[in-house]
């Protein structure tokens, strides 16, 4: 049948099973929105911003595991989009950007709202193309798909000139071709030398990131860790991978790890690490990382192989398969020796912080109990996000949304926003700091607009609280331009915006406006004052040995 650009656009979208796009109109994209107006069984979120859009269909897609989509005009619409764009792509999130841009005749001039998005997110994505022929359009579309959720999921680009949104071509529906995990480099020899790594360690430690909850092996991973008596520890991306509230499990990795974690990673003989990367906010020095330790690595990524850490054995492929292949393999065993250490040092050492002030864990915690541990948990980036890794135990996959890999201020609410149109029925939060909600707060408009009714809690210090607390460790104190006491009144901000605006600036009022805030029935905004000198601790400072991780208590001393 003969179709249009525009109707070639909605058309594969249905064929992908798309049911909500995030995006923002303009004049290049204007014949695609009139074909959106036309088919309502797609719902489209109206943002605030563009970069909103792109982090929306971002947490729609990590809290789903689903594509997400957005769309953007030209030119500064596109360009908003690049923010979004390399977030997911350093989290590894399938999302396909539609952006539109001037005719083909107009191309290479300077036109008005002219930019070649596709070259300037080339580095960013899997896949970047601008299309030129709307012959070519659906089966352009069908691999922006097929890409951004293949293998290492990422985001991928497409560009459309506005004349190919006119322009008529013949369309052909297709049943969208099936993406079957990448089991071909998998191989046997190097899970037979895996097992006997793992049968032969006496003091493991199972390390599990971001790509575990990409692969959908949660199940396999407490498998392994409970038939081996392996202790666990995650990195802020894996939260979730295993339960937080296992007896095997230590904690997070790193510089804001625990020092279970950290110590015990430094102690074993053998470190089993499952989708990560090795980044470097989780090994610190990396000359001295598990020094102690053999070491096997499992994921699908080959260029992750060796790149950050040399490793002893690899295995290439899709995790949940290895995981299924070697299970097998591993004998049953319970460490105990290692295990009652470990115990040991969970009692030593647990997170803890001032009980009598309000402060940023007891909310997480106030919030975990009053969310019986079942919310979708989004944050921002800073202290907050590092106390929600800590503090809230998350039980299941897809639960903790955060950008880990770019660390992008103003991700959070534009990220709840997508999480809570996938799940309606489902608790969402945002946390997020002062800081980063001054640059997404926007998205409190879009939340009232379209009726989703997330939560904002606004970790508010008055300060960049990260950057502060680097300021008061590394630089004498000298707090250049991290001070926010300027007065702005959050909960005037959020009624302004139609939201229910509420405070809590003493520990007795917690748990009252939490309560109110989850019966509210709308979006929230809960603006927590507590004190601008609040740390996250424990701390390792960047490039040193994790191992040397210090908290407040080694400060007083």
């Not at 650009?5 to 064929?15: F, P």
């Not at 070697?326 to 050492?349: R, Y």
């Not at 909310?363 to 996000?385: M, R």
Request: charged share 25%.
């Amino acid at each position: 049948m003969k179709m249009n650009g525009s109707e070639i656009v909605i058309a594969c979208l249905k064929e992908q099973g798309v049911d909500t796009v995030f995006g923002y109109p303009g004049g290049t994209i204007l014949n695609i929105y009139d074909a959106l107006y036309k088919h309502k069984e797609i719902k489209h979120i109206l943002t605030s911003h563009e970069q909103g859009a792109a982090h929306a269909a971002d947490g729609y897609a990590r809290a789903t595991g689903k594509v997400g989509v957005c769309m953007a005009t030209s030119g500064p619409g596109a360009t908003n989009l690049v923010t979004g764009i390399a977030t997911a792509y350093m989290d590894s999130v399938p999302i396909v950007a539609f952006t539109c841009n001037v005719g083909i005749s107009l191309l290479g001039k300077d036109s008005f709202q002219e930019v070649d998005i596709a070259g300037i997110t080339m580095p960013i994505t899997k896949y970047s193309v601008i299309v030129k022929d709307v012959n070519d359009l659906a089966d352009t579309i069908r691999k922006a798909f097929r890409v951004a959720k293949s293998g290492r999921p990422g985001p991928v680009l497409v560009d459309i000139t506005k004349d190919v949104t006119s322009n008529e071509a013949e369309f052909t529906p297709e049943v969208p071709e099936a993406i079957l995990p990448r089991t071909d480099t998998i191989k046997e020899e190097d899970l037979k030398k895996a097992a006997g790594m793992i049968n032969a360690a006496r003091k493991p430690v199972l390390f599990v990131g971001g790509g575990a909850v990409i692969a959908g092996a949660s199940k396999l991973i407490y498998e392994l860790a409970h038939k081996a008596g392996i202790p666990v520890c995650d990195t802020l991306m894996g939260k979730g991978a295993f339960p937080g509230t296992d007896s095997l499990y230590m904690g997070m990795l790193g510089m804001h790890g625990t020092k279970t974690s950290n110590r015990a990673v430094s102690k074993c003989d053998l470190l089993i690490a499952a989708g990560t990367r090795f980044s470097d906010r989780d090994t610190g020095k990396t000359s001295t990382f598990a020094s102690n330790a053999k070491k096997v690595q499992f994921d699908i990524d080959p260029a992750e192989i060796n790149k950050n850490v040399i490793v002893d054995c690899s295995v290439v492929g899709d995790l949940s398969e290895s995981l299924k292949r070697i299970l097998p393999m591993i004998n049953e065993e319970k460490h105990t020796e290692w295990n009652s250490e470990v115990e040991a040092s969970k009692e030593k050492f647990p997170l803890k912080y001032d009980g009598d002030a309000l402060t940023g864990p007891y909310i997480i915690e106030e919030l975990y109990k009053a969310t019986n541990g079942d919310a979708i948990i989004v944050t921002d980036v800073g202290q907050h996000q590092m106390w929600a890794a800590q503090y809230y135990k998350y039980k299941n996959p897809r639960t903790f949304l955060t950008s880990g890999g770019l660390g992008t201020m103003g991700y959070g609410l534009g990220a709840a926003i997508g999480a809570k149109t996938a799940f309606p029925d489902k608790t969402v939060v945002n946390i997020g700091g002062d800081g980063c909600f001054r640059m997404n707060m926007n998205e409190i408009i879009t939340a009232v607009r379209s009726g989703t009714n997330v939560i904002e809690i606004v970790m508010n210090n008055h300060v960049l609280g990260m950057v502060r607390q680097w300021q008061h460790l590394f630089y004498g104190e000298r707090y250049s331009h991290t001070i926010l006491d300027d007065g702005l009144d959050f909960v005037k901000l959020a009624e302004a915006m139609g939201a229910l605006g509420l405070r809590i600036t003493k520990k007795e009022e917690t748990d009252e406006v939490l309560k109110k805030a989850l019966a509210a029935g709308r979006p929230v905004v809960i603006d927590c004052q507590i004190d601008k000198d609040e740390m996250v601790f424990p701390m390792s400072p960047a490039g040193k040995p994790i191992e040397d991780a210090f908290d407040q208590d080694d400060i007083q001393l």
